[in-house]
């Protein structure tokens, strides 16, 4: 038995016979908590030097330091400390890993002990460069097909909403847009323009894996106005004709 009974002599001379419980002397308390649920992670990309913010979504987060529940993430077999925002949402910065590094699962755990498998991936790329797009002018009106050449482009269309071209005024207070990226290979992108551009508009034009972070490059694409009228509306079919856009000025030869 844990419980043993003992005398005690005092110094008058008299004894008196006590029990001692070493359960009750030692005992120690243990925290059982719900097993929390994760719904959403996101983004699932970012450069392998880390530091990337990673928000996660779902249900019963919490923490509690007086039984060393502090949320955690583990990226691969890297755990980093999460940010505890409320008992649906935390937020965790990617580490540093090797370069080579590529998809890794993504955990989530409260104790730092038990993990659970969120189904979810993470994966590190190298950071990408664009050495040049073509053609580097087009119409307003958006749909132009751009090619995008480089190095160290990462397939992720898995998540079209995070793999993105990102077209920003150069020299106008216009909001930033932002069209789907496709992967050709890993040193060709293509992207398409988006419309609403007034003319002479010009914008940079870069990538961004996860929606957040984007690369950043000197090439510019220009946008013209889309022609209204033009003169003369004929012609012999031999050709020869010189037509004249009167909304952009442009001469054209046929």
């Known amino acids: 038995t844990f419980a043993k009974k003992y005398n005690v002599t005092f110094t008058n ?27 959403r992670v996101q983004p699932h990309s970012g450069l392998y030097t880390g530091g990337t913010r990673v928000e996660i979504e779902g249900a019963f987060f919490f923490q509690n330091t007086a039984f060393n529940c502090i949320p955690k993430c583990k990226f691969g077999d890297q755990v980093v400390d999460a940010e505890y925002l409320s ?29 659970i498998k969120t189904g979810q991936y993470f994966t590190f790329v190298t950071n990408p460069t664009i050495s040049s797009i073509s053609p ?7 749909g132009t097909l751009v090619t995008l050449k480089g190095d160290n482009f990462t397939n992720l269309s898995e998540y079209p909403e995070e793999f993105i071209c990102v077209w920003k005024s150069i ?10 990226a496709s992967y050709k290979n890993s040193t060709t992108i293509l992207c398409i323009t ?15 894996y996860n929606g957040f972070d984007t690369t950043t490059s000197n090439n510019t694409f220009r946008f013209s106005g889309v022609t209204s009228k033009i003169t003369p509306l004929s012609g012999p079919a031999v050709g020869g004709n010189t037509l004249t856009n ?3 000025l442009i001469l054209s030869l046929i």
Not at 171 to 180: A, E, F
């Open 171 to 180: 020299y106008n207070d216009i909001p930033v847009k932002t069209t789907p």
């Open 136 to 142: 580097t002018s087009g119409p307003g009106t958006g």
């Open 13 to 39: 001379g008299t004894t008196d016979q006590r029990v001692y419980d070493y359960l009750q002397e030692h005992k120690t308390e243990f925290f059982y908590y719900k097993q929390p649920v994760v719904k």
């Open 194 to 208: 988006p419309g609403g551009w007034g003319n002479g508009t010009t914008v940079s034009v870069e990538i961004s």
């Open 246 to 248: 009167h909304n952009s």
């Open 87 to 115: 008992t649906v949402r935390i937020i965790c910065k990617t580490p540093r890993v090797p370069a080579n590094a590529s998809k890794v699962p993504v955990e989530v755990s409260m104790n730092g002990i038990d993990y």
